[in-house]
């Protein structure tokens, strides 16, 4: 390939330069996974396929925020689960994780959470781990009612911004949430240090696979987004 064309493609999508808003799916994308959390993930597998199956023909005209409500009810019995998930299990952030959000906020750029965790333990966990100082909203797709792929949840984050879903990123570690990036019409980023490999990742087509999160941060610090 002529070194021009090459150079055209390496550089065509720089991170700080196009983007405003950028979204970090939570368990296995900036924290590292816990056994509890792995274990619902592998349990949940096949029906998380299911769910990408049938949402892979839909297109982002599909979807809208309108008359969406965002629900903060507590469910007593989940919460209470939660509480004695908290004492076995003590979620980490990933290495760089802190200094990833840092920056970006150093930058201007508006952060967000998404995740289809319970909302008491994304909201507890955030907290805990200090993130909730580098961020701007944690959301739950519980408060939601629609799970991913579903991408309700990302479009509402965008939309309470008011920031152009051209303007948006998704960062997440499954195949899952490249599909909830690409049917929100914004941008995707993979992490391949989470539940899915790198070639299930890929093959969800994501903008950009890095090999860790570490990495990710890397290209944000030069812009240059050099891939795996």
Same mark, same amino acid.
């Given at each position: 390939? !002529?070194? /021009?064309?090459?150079n055209r493609i390496i550089n065509a999508m720089r991170l700080l330069s196009d983007y405003d808003l950028f979204i970090f799916d939570w368990d296995h994308t900036l924290t590292t996974s816990t056994i509890a959390v792995t274990v619902l993930d592998i349990i949940g597998f096949r029906g998380r396929r299911r769910k990408i199956d049938r949402m892979k023909e839909k297109k982002p005209s599909d979807f809208t925020t309108r008359d969406v409500e965002v629900r903060e009810r507590v469910s007593r019995i989940y919460s209470t689960l939660d509480d004695v998930y908290g004492l076995m299990f003590k979620p980490k952030l990933k290495p760089r994780a802190m200094e990833t959000l840092e920056l970006l906020k150093r930058k201007g750029k508006k952060v967000a959470i998404f995740s289809d965790? !319970?909302? /008491?333990?994304?909201?507890k966990e955030v907290r805990m781990l200090g993130v909730m100082d580098h961020v701007d909203l944690a959301l739950a797709a519980e408060s939601v009612g629609r799970y991913k792929p579903d991408p309700t949840g990302l479009l509402l984050i965008s939309d309470r911004f008011r920031i152009g879903k051209g303007r948006s990123m998704y960062v997440g570690d499954m195949a899952g949430d490249m599909l909830t990036a690409r049917l929100a019409g914004m941008g995707a980023i993979a992490v391949a240090d989470g539940v899915d490999r790198i070639a299930v990742l890929k093959s969800a087509e994501p903008d950009r696979v890095f090999i860790h999160l570490s990495a990710f941060l890397d290209a944000l610090q030069d812009d240059k987004n050099i891939d795996i």
């Open positions: 390939m !002529h070194f /021009y064309a090459l965790s !319970h909302s /008491y333990r994304l909201l």
